[in-house]
Structures are given as structure tokens and as C-alpha cells.
């Protein structure tokens, strides 16, 4: 059974920063990426990043492009997303996510509990 848990969360003011980790475990779990969602109050759960564990390679989406930045240790199979000048737009709960073997659809297909990330103007 693969359990993502995050930390990080906070209120922070607009133009501040913080940084959220998550941190996946399970038996003989094989990792092909993490990422970050979020889902604001009232509002579609939507993107945020995504980082591949095999390279490395980065994902964002448009709104967080630039102030986010997305990193992972794969020695403790933890990912980073470092939030660099917020917005109060940025207000939401962030969901931790994973994609682990066995995959049979697009996507994700584990979830974290989420942290509240709060930006006040």
C-alpha cells in the first residue's frame, strides 16, 4: 500500500514563499512520477506540477510557471514544490500525488490528504 504524506502548508502574504514536501512510501513501490494538484473552494481541482522520476523532467501549469519550482529526492522518494511569489489566487488546498506501478490509465493514481496553503493580500 503506497501513502503519500505532505507538509508544508501555511498561511503565508502575497509575495512570500513556501515549500511543500511529500513524501511516498510503500513495499517494493516503483515510482514513475509525483506531482502537485490543488482545488480551491468552489473550483475544479486543477494541475500544478509534475516532475518524472526517471530524468527528472519538469511540468507546470501556466498559472504557476516561472514562481514554482518542482524537485524530488529519489533516496527518500520525496518530492518539493518551492512557491515563490504568491498570490491569493494561489489559495487552496495542494494534493500530493504519485504515479506508481501498476499503471492502466492516465494520470495519477494515488493521492495525498492535502495541505492548505493560505495567501493573504
Known amino acids: 500500500q503506497v501513502q503519500l504524506v505532505e507538509s508544508g502548508g501555511g498561511l503565508v502574504e502575497t509575495g512570500g514563499s513556501l515549500r511543500l514536501s511529500c513524501a511516498a512510501s510503500?513495499?517494493?513501490?516503483?515510482?514513475?512520477?509525483m506531482g502537485w494538484f490543488r482545488q480551491a473552494p468552489g473550483k475544479e481541482r486543477e494541475f500544478v506540477a509534475r516532475?518524472?522520476?526517471?530524468?527528472?523532467?519538469?511540468f507546470f501549469a501556466d498559472s504557476v510557471e516561472g514562481r514554482f519550482s518542482i524537485s524530488r529526492d529519489s533516496a527518500s522518494n520525496t518530492v518539493f514544490l518551492q512557491m515563490d511569489s504568491l498570490k491569493p489566487e494561489d489559495t487552496a488546498v495542494y494534493l500530493c500525488?504519485?504515479?506508481?506501478?501498476?499503471?492502466?490509465?492516465?494520470?495519477?493514481?494515488?493521492w495525498g490528504q492535502g495541505t492548505q496553503v493560505t495567501v493573504s493580500s
Open positions: 500525488t504519485a504515479r506508481v506501478a501498476p499503471v492502466n490509465s492516465p494520470g495519477p493514481n494515488r
Open positions: 510503500g513495499d517494493n513501490m516503483i515510482l514513475y512520477s
Open positions: 516532475i518524472n522520476w526517471d530524468g527528472g523532467v519538469t
